[in-house]
Structures are given as C-alpha cells and as structure tokens.
C-alpha cells in the first residue's frame, strides 16, 4: 500500500525519473484491487437492493476512480520505462496486435540498469556509484 499512496501522493504526474520494478508492480496491484472492490460492492449492494441508484452511484464512481488514477498509471509506466533504460515513448509499443502488449511486458518485468543512467540515479541504490559497465568507481 505505501507503493501505491507514494505514485499518488508523491509522483502524481511525475514522469521524470525512474521507477523500481517493485513501486510499479505493487501499484497496479492495489489499483487493480481498488477498481475491482468498487465494482464487486457495487453489484452486491445493487443485488441486494434492487435499485438502479446505487448501481448509478457506484459506476459514477468508479469513472471518477477511473480518470484519476489515468495519470499516474501512465506516469509510473514511463518511470519504469526510464529504470529499464529506455524511452517513455516504449509505451506505444503496446498499440502493435498481439505482439505489442507481450514485447512491453516484458520490459516492464526486466530488471533495471543498476547504477546511474540518462533518466536518473538508481532508485535502488541511489548512493551506489557505478559506472557504464557496471564496476565501481574507485
């Protein structure tokens, strides 16, 4: 949860630096779980209730939940993006049919460049200083 609550507190529309694959996964996560809590007890109480009311209420606000975690989803995405040494713009890799969305997963799941890269220090080891090919500074 403290993953999720940092991308929306702290780098709400933050899409400079980079993101750990950890802060990226536990967001989607708890994003994903938000979104369906919303509409599983929407259904139940309109189940239970048998009015249209409350199934209004629960899809307006799960549009609202919807539009304004838009942003920081996209914001994270690119981060991640940035930790893996490659351009936010790897995004639209995932409009390709069929191979697209596989070919970003899996630069979303690799590991990130250790060390500094274009895009910021490592947010792992921001103190560690290592250079291009991965040794240590002496």
Not at 36 to 52: H, K
Not at 119 to 128: A, L, M
């Amino acid at each position: 949860m403290e993953w999720y609550l940092k991308v929306l507190k702290e780098h709400y529309a933050d899409f400079n630096g980079r993101a750990r694959r950890q802060e990226y996964w536990m967001f989607v996560l708890f994003n994903t779980l938000v979104a369906f809590g919303i509409i599983i007890v929407g259904g139940i109480l309109t189940a239970l209730t048998d009015t249209d009311a409350i199934m209004q209420f629960f899809v307006g606000l799960y549009i609202i939940y919807i539009l304004g975690t838009f942003i920081p989803s996209i914001a994270v995405l690119v981060r991640r993006l940035h930790d893996t040494n490659n351009s936010g713009a790897y995004y639209f890799m995932s409009f390709i049919p069929l191979v697209g969305p596989i070919l970003l997963l899996v630069k979303l799941v690799e590991d990130g460049t250790r060390g500094t890269n274009q895009y910021g220090v490592d947010p792992k080891n921001p103190n560690d200083e290592i250079n291009e090919i991965g040794q240590p500074k002496i």
